[in-house]
């Protein structure tokens, strides 16, 4: 008999956020997979719950995968958390999904606390469309490369940061945005939350009064102008983006929505472009 893959999300902070519903499947599970089994097991101790632990991390997550599934298809109950949110949401857990699907063992989302819902719904900035980015690059130039990549969106961006190159990813929002509508949330849900609401600049302007930044931060980025719509700028923005590793329909697609135009308008100006190009 086939068992079941769990993804159970857990809490970004506030032990009491873990549901009820949860807590249930945690204590039926036959495995629970956790990303570090040191902190999960304070997690579990706290709730009375004592399972064989497995740890899943980025580093071992092809392989366990695997093996969770192989342990799945002989009828195991695999529950698999991560630190704190949602299992494959800037977490280990996609490589788990996939190979399930592959070999036909049903997944059932425990869904709970994520970062990136809880930070949007008291942002203050528009809900109705969002960009998600995961963590943003850690070396300076491609993080500029990938900020600059977003310089159109016109929906809500946001990311994860961390508390070390939190004012260095502002400066580069400031300098590359200019005065767009910025905020910090740090240690949602926990004692010391905060928002942090303005423009990169002002917010800069208060972090380092600080002797010390601490905390899980989710950086989100208001919405930019619709692009001033020429054709040069159009398929240079193309240009652009597929430089950055963008695939060519997607670069298309975000370009037309970025100038406010129809996606077949951006694909002729490209089109048209490269014709040319050819003829020379």
């Given at each position: ?16 956020d873990?549901?009820p519903?949860?807590?249930t499947v ?7 997979a956790?990303?570090?089994t040191?902190?999960?097991?304070k997690?579990?101790?706290h709730?009375?719950?004592?399972k064989?632990l497995?740890s899943?991390?980025?580093?071992n997550e ?11 298809c002989?009828?195991e ?12 949401i ?9 190979a399930?699907?592959d070999?036909?063992?049903?997944i059932?989302?425990i869904?709970?606390p ?9 942002s203050?900035?528009?809900t109705d ?13 491609l993080r ?5 990549a977003l310089?159109y ?7 994860y940061?961390?508390?070390r190159r939190?004012?260095?990813t ?7 945005f200019?005065?767009?509508?910025v905020?910090v949330?740090r ?23 600080r ?6 931060i989710?950086l ?5 102008e ?16 597929l ?7 997607d670069?298309i697609?975000q370009?037309a ?13 490209v089109?048209d472009l490269r ?5 020379v």
């Amino acid at each position: 008999m086939t068992g079941t893959i769990y993804l159970v999300a857990t809490p970004i902070g506030n032990l009491d956020d873990l549901s009820p519903r949860a807590i249930t499947v945690l204590k039926q599970a036959d495995r629970i997979a956790c990303e570090d089994t040191r902190h999960s097991g304070k997690l579990l101790r706290h709730f009375e719950i004592d399972k064989p632990l497995l740890s899943y991390h980025e580093h071992n997550e092809n392989k366990r995968a695997k093996e969770l599934i192989r342990m799945a298809c002989n009828g195991e109950k695999i529950a698999v958390i991560c630190d704190a949110g949602m299992p494959g949401i800037s977490d280990p857990g996609y490589r788990v999904v996939h190979a399930a699907i592959d070999a036909g063992v049903p997944i059932v989302p425990i869904p709970g606390p994520t970062a990136v819902a809880t930070a949007l719904a008291a942002s203050g900035l528009p809900t109705d469309r969002f960009r998600f980015e995961g963590f943003l690059p850690s070396k300076k130039s491609l993080r500029r490369k990938a900020l600059e990549a977003l310089k159109y969106e016109r929906s809500t961006t946001i990311c994860y940061e961390t508390s070390r190159r939190i004012c260095d990813t502002l400066a580069d929002i400031a300098e590359l945005f200019g005065a767009r509508p910025v905020v910090v949330a740090r240690e949602l849900t926990k004692l010391h939350e905060e928002f942090l609401r303005g423009t990169a600049r002002s917010i800069i302007s208060i972090l380092e009064q600080r002797a010390v930044i601490k905390g899980e931060i989710t950086l989100l980025i208001g919405g930019g102008e619709k692009a001033p719509f020429d054709p040069e700028n159009v398929t240079s923005r193309v240009a652009t983006l597929l430089t950055n590793g963008v695939d060519r329909m997607d670069a298309i697609k975000q370009v037309a929505r970025e100038f406010g135009v129809s996606k077949s308008e951006v694909y002729r100006l490209v089109e048209d472009l490269r014709s040319n190009a050819n003829k020379v």
